[in-house]
Every structure is written in C-alpha cells, then in structure tokens.
C-alpha cells in the first residue's frame, strides 16, 4: 500500500539556482522562474506549503521585451490624492530592470500569505554579479529549446 507523503515547512529542502536572462523575454523567464520559486517542478509538490527553491537573476539588464511591450504603460497609485502614475516598460527596463522583472514573476504567483513567502526567494540583480555564490547555486536553463516533433 503507497501512502502519501505530506511535507512540513522544516521538512523541505531546498536549492539554489542561477539564471542568466541575457537575451530572454522577460514574461518567458518569469513563467519559468514563478514555477521554480512555486516548487511545481519538484515530485513533492503540494498546494499549501513553500516547497520552492531559491532563484538568482542575474543580467537583468538584458533582458528583451517583445512586440510592442516597451512602448506598453504600466499603471499604480501612490495612494494619495492624485496619486495615479505611469511608466513605460522599456523605460523601466532601462531604469529599474531589477523591478520589471519582479512584477513580472510576483503577476505569476498567488496573491495570498504563501506567495508573499514564495516572492522572498527571488533574489534579481542588473549585472553579472551578486552576493549568493557562498550558497553554490545551480545554473537554470530558461532557454525554450524547440521541440523536435513540430516540424
């Protein structure tokens, strides 16, 4: 007889990737990286617990936009009166790549206490460099490789 496994938060173990985004749409790497940080690519998935691994952004500042999506204005309020602001998302990506990217992998996960937790995995920085290498990170590949089968 199988039985079910249930994983508690001191029970899951958890990793470290890398993940260069040169030359990478950037609504394709967060759907990849939300599944990563979510834990979905793991075999002990569940719903209700942070089975997710760690990601590191690296290169954000190259990252591609498609089509016309940095002409595409991206909306919030400050929460005053008149508040209401706007910014291009090729202008944010030139100015803040670190930011466009987290909206777009924070747009990929649950709006509730567990994806608060999951977004706090997510680690992005504008160059080459960054501050985790003492946890050894794996490099991720995000590349869509096509498939054989569709030609």
């Not at 997710?52 to 002409?71: H, R, S």
């Not at 649950?110 to 937790?117: E, I, R």
């Amino acid at each position: 007889m199988n039985r079910t496994t249930t994983h508690k938060k001191g029970t899951v173990q958890t990793e470290w990737y890398v993940v260069d985004a040169t030359g990478i749409a950037v609504g394709r790497l967060a759907g990849q990286v939300a599944q990563v940080l979510r834990g979905k690519h793991k075999p002990t998935f569940q719903y209700n617990v942070d089975c997710g691994d760690f990601v590191i952004i690296i290169n954000a500042e190259k990252a591609i936009l498609t089509g016309n999506k940095k002409d595409e204005l991206i909306y919030w309020h400050t929460g005053w009166p008149d508040g209401l602001r706007n910014i291009s998302r090729g202008r944010m990506l030139e100015e803040t790549p670190e930011k466009i990217i987290e909206r777009a992998v924070w747009g990929m996960t649950p709006k509730t206490k567990l994806g608060h937790q999951i977004i706090k995995k997510l680690k992005v920085y504008a160059g080459s460099e960054h501050p985790h290498a003492a946890q050894n990170p794996k490099v991720l590949d995000v590349n869509q490789k096509p498939r054989e089968d569709s030609k």
